[in-house]
């Protein structure tokens, strides 16, 4: 297990909320690791900070908080996303609580219009060697467009199923930049998407919550590869 890197020591405060309750840190050149990131945002709250330690909350309480660290993004970065085009996409089931049309419908134009948003279902299968992992793709809804891709999912371990996508969406269109903004997510995951965004020169930029985890390298079942059980 690597050492714990503290905040303080790596990043920068970027932006506070009116009320002081929610901070966004911005970190750059983590490690000096040319395949991370060089660009990382972290979202610091007590509900975060609730939703990942709280074992015992499930059901609508846990959605509700998903719900909050969605709408701490919109407070912290909608001001500097107005007047792009912006467009979501969603990564079903999982992703389906994260919708940012709920957290950006507070402030104009997204009052009256809707965040340009498509939906595809995706499956992460572990391949024939349990090696690695494969993904199975269902009929996606809604087009490739936009120079901003927002994309909000609540847990990304290996990040095999955001990179799966963008893979297949950047052969449709190339966003200028790719937010990826996560309520639990690993620094394994994030690289593996940062490289299919290095492949097509598009600017990757994630925003995590709360914390970065590492991944298990063996998980939940013996012998699996970058599962969802994190340390």
């Known amino acids: 297990m690597a050492e714990r890197t503290f905040l303080e020591n790596v990043g920068n405060l970027f932006s506070i909320n009116a009320i002081g309750s929610t901070k966004a840190w911005e970190v750059r050149h983590l490690h000096n690791d040319p395949n991370i ?3 990382i945002y972290v979202i610091e709250s007590d509900v975060a900070q609730q939703f990942l330690l709280g074992r015992g909350v499930s ?3 846990k959605f509700n908080m998903i719900r909050y660290i969605a709408t701490s993004f919109a407070e912290l970065f909608l001001e500097r996303l107005l007047g792009k085009e912006l467009s979501q996409y969603i990564i079903l089931r999982g992703a389906y609580p994260f919708d940012l049309q709920y957290a950006f419908g507070y402030a104009p134009p997204y009052d009256r219009l809707l965040l340009p948003t498509g939906f595809i279902k995706l499956q992460r299968v572990l391949n024939p060697e349990g090696t690695d992992w494969e993904i199975h793709a269902q009929n996606f809804i809604g087009k490739y467009h936009g120079d901003i891709w927002l994309i909000p999912d609540t847990a990304i371990a290996s990040g095999s199923t955001i990179a799966y996508f963008l893979r297949n ?3 449709h269109h ?6 990826v903004i996560t309520a639990c ?7 593996r998407i940062y490289q299919e965004c290095l492949k097509k020169n598009v600017e990757f930029i994630p925003v995590f919550s709360q914390c970065i985890f590492e991944v298990s390298k063996t998980g939940n079942l013996p ?5 969802d059980l994190s340390v």
């Open 37 to 39: 990131p060089p660009l």
């Open 223 to 227: 012998g699996l590869p970058l599962t």
């Open 169 to 171: 969406g950047f052969r």
């Open 59 to 61: 059901g609508r309480p």
């Open 174 to 179: 190339l966003p200028k930049q790719v937010y």
């Open 185 to 191: 997510g690993s620094l394994e995951g994030i690289q």
